[in-house]
T-cell receptor, first 112, second 114 residues
């Protein structure tokens, strides 16, 4: 069955360091991959989208890579800040373009 | 409105009762999605609407769950004969063309079945 795996354990890093979150998937060939941020008690907020033919995407302090051979995406936050503390979800979108499957998310804590 | 609006924000119901959850998407967004999020879990896809039609209902957990969308706008998710395992946060999202563009989520409805 289709499966998305994100680190279930929380990631704790020091302010100013780079946070790297991993998203692995199996039995799926997504056309797109998205990353969302979710704060407690709130709905997810879209951050970045990367297509299957793109290797890397950047937006300000964020960088996403997409390796369809490894079936893996890495999400990097450079110069991390305490305000970056949240849960980050990866989502795979099928070639039909509508059914989006989300991972369970990884909780990030950035310490001042 | 400026964002996706869901109501109620919280709902406590007795086991066996029916509940109706409402989602008001961003004006002009043709795609609407319902997801369910249990504590500590990822988002579980329930159903997707493009306009008023639902091409994919495969995520609905059982025949107690149904959803409709009228006028290409407001959607309601109905759960009949609620069970305790239905307790979760129900999230609605909308997007302009589909999942290839960003989805905007509402705050969710926290459903507790007692």
């Amino acid at each position: 069955s289709q499966k998305i795996e994100q680190n279930s354990e929380a990631l704790n890093i020091q302010e100013g360091k780079t946070a790297t979150l991993t998203c692995n998937y199996t039995n799926y060939s997504p056309a797109y991959l998205q990353w969302y941020r979710q704060d407690p008690g709130r709905g997810p907020v879209f951050l970045l989208l990367i297509r299957e033919n793109e290797k890397e995407k950047r937006k300000e302090r964020l960088k996403v890579t997409f390796d369809t051979t490894l079936k893996q995406s890495l999400f990097h936050i450079t110069a991390s800040q305490p305000a970056d503390s949240a849960t980050y979800l990866c989502a795979l979108v099928n070639t039909g373009g509508f059914k989006t499957i989300f991972g369970a998310g990884t909780r990030l804590f950035v310490k001042a | 409105g400026a964002g996706v609006s869901q109501s109620p924000s919280n709902k406590v119901t007795e086991k066996g009762k029916d509940v109706e959850l409402r989602c008001d998407p961003i004006s002009g967004h043709t795609a609407l999605y319902w997801y369910r999020q249990s504590l500590g879990q990822g988002l579980e896809f329930l159903i997707y609407f493009q306009g008023n039609s639902a091409p994919d209902k495969s995520g609905l957990p059982s025949d107690r769950f149904s959803a409709e969308r009228t006028g290409g706008s407001v959607s309601t998710l109905t759960i009949q004969r609620t069970q305790q395992e239905d307790s979760a946060v129900y999230l609605c999202a909308s997007s302009f063309q589909g999942a290839v563009t960003e989805a905007f989520f509402g705050q969710g409805t926290r459903l507790t079945v007692v």
